[in-house]
Protein backbone atom coordinates (compact mmCIF):
# COMPACT_ATOMS: atom_id res chain seq x y z
CA UNK A 1 0.00 0.00 0.00
CA UNK A 2 2.57 2.45 1.54
CA UNK A 3 5.92 2.40 1.46
CA UNK A 4 7.83 3.59 3.98
CA UNK A 5 10.52 6.11 3.43
CA UNK A 6 13.04 6.54 5.94
CA UNK A 7 15.03 10.41 6.19
CA UNK A 8 18.17 11.03 7.77
CA UNK A 9 18.72 13.82 9.91
CA UNK A 10 20.20 15.88 7.45
CA UNK A 11 17.52 15.27 5.03
CA UNK A 12 14.93 16.22 7.68
CA UNK A 13 16.75 19.60 8.92
CA UNK A 14 16.65 21.01 5.40
CA UNK A 15 12.91 20.28 4.77
CA UNK A 16 10.22 23.27 5.75
CA UNK A 17 9.55 22.97 9.64
CA UNK A 18 12.26 20.06 10.04
CA UNK A 19 13.47 20.25 13.45
CA UNK A 20 13.61 23.96 12.92
CA UNK A 21 10.56 23.90 15.22
CA UNK A 22 12.34 22.56 18.15
CA UNK A 23 13.30 25.92 19.01
CA UNK A 24 10.18 28.34 19.91
CA UNK A 25 10.49 31.62 18.34
CA UNK A 26 11.38 33.38 22.18
CA UNK A 27 14.10 31.66 21.82
CA UNK A 28 15.17 33.14 18.26
CA UNK A 29 15.56 36.54 19.68
CA UNK A 30 18.09 38.42 20.86
CA UNK A 31 16.87 38.82 24.64
CA UNK A 32 14.21 35.90 24.79
CA UNK A 33 12.95 37.77 28.02
CA UNK A 34 11.94 41.10 25.74
CA UNK A 35 9.43 38.70 23.60
CA UNK A 36 7.81 40.28 21.79
CA UNK A 37 9.33 43.08 21.28
CA UNK A 38 13.19 41.98 21.35
CA UNK A 39 15.32 42.07 18.05
CA UNK A 40 15.02 38.84 16.19
CA UNK A 41 18.48 38.51 13.74
CA UNK A 42 18.37 35.72 10.77
CA UNK A 43 15.04 34.00 11.28
CA UNK A 44 12.05 35.83 9.02
CA UNK A 45 9.52 33.16 10.66
CA UNK A 46 10.27 34.21 14.19
CA UNK A 47 9.67 37.60 13.20
CA UNK A 48 6.13 36.65 11.88
CA UNK A 49 5.70 34.83 15.38
CA UNK A 50 7.21 37.97 16.61
CA UNK A 51 4.60 40.77 14.76
CA UNK A 52 1.49 37.99 15.34
CA UNK A 53 2.08 37.75 19.28
CA UNK A 54 2.31 41.66 19.07
CA UNK A 55 -0.66 42.16 17.40
CA UNK A 56 -2.55 39.94 19.41
CA UNK A 57 -1.42 41.17 22.83
CA UNK A 58 -2.29 45.05 21.35
CA UNK A 59 -5.71 43.92 20.53
CA UNK A 60 -6.87 41.55 23.57
CA UNK A 61 -5.55 45.24 25.13
CA UNK A 62 -7.16 47.67 23.23
CA UNK A 63 -10.36 45.24 23.54
CA UNK A 64 -9.87 45.25 27.74
CA UNK A 65 -10.26 41.18 27.02
CA UNK A 66 -9.03 38.06 28.92
CA UNK A 67 -7.88 35.39 27.67
CA UNK A 68 -10.89 33.19 28.71
CA UNK A 69 -13.02 35.46 26.52
CA UNK A 70 -10.51 35.62 23.97
CA UNK A 71 -10.80 31.87 23.88
CA UNK A 72 -14.55 31.63 23.78
CA UNK A 73 -14.82 34.62 21.40
CA UNK A 74 -11.94 32.68 19.01
CA UNK A 75 -12.51 28.98 19.56
CA UNK A 76 -8.95 29.52 20.19
CA UNK A 77 -7.83 26.97 23.01
CA UNK A 78 -6.46 29.80 26.10
CA UNK A 79 -3.62 27.46 26.41
CA UNK A 80 -2.81 28.14 22.89
CA UNK A 81 -3.20 32.04 23.09
CA UNK A 82 -1.17 31.84 25.71
CA UNK A 83 1.78 29.66 24.15
CA UNK A 84 1.63 32.61 20.94
CA UNK A 85 1.82 35.47 23.07
CA UNK A 86 4.51 34.14 24.91
CA UNK A 87 6.69 33.12 21.78
CA UNK A 88 7.15 29.34 23.21
CA UNK A 89 4.81 28.11 20.12
CA UNK A 90 4.60 28.29 15.97
CA UNK A 91 1.43 28.84 15.42
CA UNK A 92 -0.88 27.31 12.05
CA UNK A 93 -3.00 28.77 10.17
CA UNK A 94 -6.12 27.48 11.67
CA UNK A 95 -5.14 29.05 14.43
CA UNK A 96 -4.11 32.60 13.51
CA UNK A 97 -7.85 32.81 11.26
CA UNK A 98 -9.59 31.83 13.61
CA UNK A 99 -8.12 34.28 15.62
CA UNK A 100 -8.30 36.94 13.11
CA UNK A 101 -11.97 36.23 12.62
CA UNK A 102 -12.95 35.87 16.44
CA UNK A 103 -11.56 39.28 17.02
CA UNK A 104 -12.56 40.57 14.12
CA UNK A 105 -8.59 42.29 13.09
CA UNK A 106 -5.84 40.99 11.06
CA UNK A 107 -2.97 39.97 12.87
CA UNK A 108 -0.33 39.09 9.80
CA UNK A 109 2.51 41.47 9.11
CA UNK A 110 0.62 43.78 6.45
CA UNK A 111 -2.62 42.63 6.27
CA UNK A 112 -5.60 44.97 6.55
CA UNK A 113 -8.34 42.53 7.09
CA UNK A 114 -8.60 38.73 8.30
CA UNK A 115 -7.09 36.62 5.92
CA UNK A 116 -10.91 34.81 5.67
CA UNK A 117 -12.29 37.71 4.20
CA UNK A 118 -10.13 37.96 1.31
CA UNK A 119 -10.82 34.66 0.21
Not at 11 to 33: K, N, V
Not at 48 to 77: D, P, Y
Request: charge should be negative; charged fraction near 15%.
Amino acid sequence: MFDIVHINLEERISMPGGTQRSTTPRDLTADPDAWPYATVVGHPQARVVQALARALGERLKAQGLSLRQAAALTGVNRQSIVNLLSGISWPDVVTVSLLEDGLGVALWPGAVSPASAEC
